[in-house]
């Protein structure tokens, strides 16, 4: 492929209500969509670095810096023939897998659209539905005990309970009080250490499927640690960043379950790699989401049809998030089960008189 242009779009989302975590509260999402144009064809990925870094590192304004400095005019200097080729070509840049995801998302979507195949197609997935939970901001006990129940009744196959220190025990008591059956997770964001292991010991009477990144979030060997402590799986997110970190969990014995967002790891073929260590060690991955646009999402859904995803992931429905997407689909779930959109590449437009409202700024890279 000849790159062509490289479009930098910074976006700005009203959730629908503001969306709280152990690493604070945010009431919209401000996202990057790329469109790369390559010979009369487009594609589109999405960034998903915040403004400030309270997840990962990366930043909007670092990310894109190095999109315009080195991650765009390689492309323009070298094309590419296939996206499998970004990631090894790209490690001389370090880290900043955000960045480098957001541009790879959109070759791998403007390939597959050259191609006029679906995403999942080249990426071996074969299924056109993937089962989906949900994941609920920290609320007051009676409003997480109503929002359970919606999202139970809707048919999500998992509920996910974001919790710090002194918003855990209560909450979960009373949700299992309510639901005793239901497939249970909650998600800490790296809101405690190793001295609250009674505490987290004492998760493992809710019978929860796993809990989500417990710990700091950028340690693997105090999770080590904690592991045979509990008797809840532990499931890395924040901590898992490249296919070798993986590896290193798991022989560490740090977590029995993965996280996967395609934006912590470096992009698909780093998916792609973390896939085939986990299926050869019989290690049950999921796909996380960070409340992407369509954009993002859609590229989620075809990810997670690969056969290693046995979890229900977090793309659920995107009116959960937002009162109005900006791709012309709606990525809607029934009864748990999200439809992979139909199409060539992620099968996904732009609703472009919405994207020009909620556009902030856009910057287009030419060779
Ligand atoms: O830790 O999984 C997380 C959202 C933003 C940042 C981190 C996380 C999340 C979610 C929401 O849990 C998942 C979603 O609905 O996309
Ligand atoms: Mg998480």
Redesign the pocket.
Known sequence: MRIDEIELRIVHLPYRSV?K?SFGAEAAKTAVIVTVRSEGVEGYGEGVMDALPH?REETIAGATGLMRDALAPDLFAHGCDHPNELLDRWAKWRGNPMAKTAIELAVWDCYARQQGVPMRTLLGGERTEVPVG??LGMNPVPETVASVEKHVAEGYRRV?L?IEPGWDIDMLTAVRERFPDIELTV?A?SAYTLADVDLLRSFDAFHLHYI??PLHWDDLTDHAKLAPLLQTPICL??TLTSPARVTAALDLQACKVV?V?VGRFGGITAVQRVHEICTTRGVPMWC?????SGIG?AHNIHLATMPGFVYPG???SAS??YARDITEQQLEATNGIMPVPEGAGIGVTLDRPYLEEVTRSVEVLRP
């Open positions: 969306f975590t997840y949900a994941s996910k974001k998600d964001n989500e990144q997110d924040e996280n967002k996380g989401g960070m409340l992407e999402r977090d793309t659920a959960r998030t």
